[in-house]
Structures are given as structure tokens and as C-alpha cells.
């Protein structure tokens, strides 16, 4: 079964744009989250998808943003960047197992971003 | 709320010896799972074991043993017979079954020496 896979692996750019990250979960898991990682502030939860909808968000700024696919594929956008968003981008895929197992993230390889 | 505590933000083990890494966290829920993820350099966070609260037994999984003490809230990992190739940041992490979210240490970052 293939992991999950983020594109790109690296992203440079310049205060003021966007970004847009794409994660493919892996097949069979319908839920999908996002996680920023800094050397700072470490693994900071921003949101998890499942379905289609955004079941959780964590404490960002709405220039975060994300959707989920009918295939469980979910992008996540930054708009008007800041140095402070460069980061490793980590997204994860999950399955409901049954209630009372709680099911491991799977991450993904991740997207570093640096803004310059 | 629910919180992580990683207290060790280095360790340093020997090859071929065996080193625990401390793992608190707190939360009001009765079903939860904790976690231990592995990230060597390149960045991808690696699944290492899980254990579930209610799981009577200790988790293993080949090196790595999970040390459940649920009335002291902690889930430390131990990491027998050190590889090289065990040197990494490591992280312990929980999420309630009722919860969406899941909850990350700071890390402990592990240097095995030769």
C-alpha cells in the first residue's frame, strides 16, 4: 500500500503569495490533518478533514486554509506569506478502526517552506 | 485539556544499550490512545507503536517496548539494543477517541554513539 505522499518536497517563496500543498492519504483513509512544524514552536495542529469536511482547526490565522476531495485528497493554501510561515508542512492520513482504538496518524514526507 | 510532556530535550545512549525516553500527559477522558513517532533528519514522521488505554499488556513492537503506568499517566519508550540508525528526534503523542485531534510533545532528540 503506497504511504502518503505531499508534493511539492520543497517550496521557496517571497512574502506576499500564496502556496498551495497537496497531500494524497493513503487509500482507504478518510481522514486527512495538517501540521506545521518549526524549530520554535515545534508540531502545531491545523486542521483535520474528514469527508470532505473540516472536523477541527487548530489556532492559525485564516490565511490557512484547506479542503478535502471526494478522494479523500486535500490541499492546503496559505495566502500573503510571512517569513514566519516557513516551516515543514506535514500532513497525515487516519482510519476509524472501531470505537475504544484510537488509529495512528501516517504522515507523509512532507513540504518544507521557506519564505524569503 | 489535554497536554504532552517530553522532559528530556537530549539523550545520549550507547550503541547495543538500551535507553528509556519519558513520556507525561494529562487528560479527563477514560479512552485515548498514546503514541511514539520517530523523525531522523530527512523529516518524515515515523509510526512507532501505539498503546490504548485500556490495553491491560505493555505495547511492543520489535525494539520498542511502550512502559504504560496509567495511574501515573506516563507511556515511556524503550528502545532496546541501540542502532546508528536510531538517532532521531523523537515525539509521544495522544488523542481521546471521542477527540480530533492529536496531542504532540516538544521531542526528545536521541544520539546513539558508537
Known amino acids: 500500500k503506497a504511504g502518503v505522499t505531499q508534493t511539492p518536497r520543497y517550496l521557496i517563496k517571497t512574502r506576499g503569495q500564496q502556496v498551495t500543498l497537496s497531500c494524497s492519504p493513503i487509500?482507504?483513509?478518510?481522514?486527512v490533518s495538517w501540521y506545521q512544524q518549526t524549530p520554535g514552536q515545534g508540531l502545531q495542529f491545523l486542521f483535520e478533514?474528514?469527508?470532505?469536511?473540516?472536523?477541527n482547526k487548530g489556532n492559525f490565522p485564516g490565511r490557512f486554509s484547506g479542503r478535502q476531495f471526494s478522494n479523500s485528497r486535500s490541499e492546503m493554501n496559505v495566502s500573503t506569506l510571512e517569513l514566519g510561515d516557513s516551516a515543514l508542512y506535514l500532513c497525515?492520513?487516519?482510519?476509524?478502526?472501531?470505537?475504544?482504538?484510537?488509529?495512528?496518524?501516517?504522515f507523509g514526507n512532507g513540504t518544507r517552506l521557506t519564505v524569503t | 485539556a489535554q497536554k504532552i510532556t517530553q522532559t528530556q530535550p537530549g539523550m545520549f545512549v550507547q550503541e547495543k544499550e538500551a535507553v528509556t525516553l519519558d513520556c507525561t500527559y494529562d487528560?479527563?477522558?477514560?479512552?485515548?490512545?498514546l503514541f511514539w513517532y520517530k523523525q531522523p533528519s530527512s523529516g518524515e514522521m515515523i509510526f512507532l507503536i501505539y498503546?490504548?488505554?485500556?490495553?491491560?499488556q505493555n505495547a511492543t513492537e520489535g525494539r520498542y517496548s511502550l512502559n504504560f503506568q496509567k495511574a501515573r499517566k506516563s507511556a515511556n519508550l524503550v528502545i532496546s539494543a541501540s542502532q546508528l540508525g536510531d538517532s532521531a528526534m523523537y515525539f509521544c503523542?495522544?488523542?481521546?477517541?471521542?477527540?480530533?485531534?492529536?496531542?504532540f510533545g516538544t521531542g526528545t532528540s536521541l544520539t546513539v554513539i558508537p
Open positions: 487509500s482507504g483513509h478518510r481522514s
Open positions: 498503546q490504548g488505554s485500556y490495553d491491560e
Open positions: 487528560t479527563s477522558d477514560q479512552s485515548y490512545g
Open positions: 478533514y474528514f469527508s470532505e469536511t473540516q472536523r
Open positions: 497525515a492520513s487516519s482510519q476509524k478502526i472501531r470505537q475504544g482504538v484510537v488509529s495512528p496518524l501516517h
Open positions: 503523542a495522544m488523542r481521546s477517541d471521542t477527540g480530533n485531534q492529536f496531542y
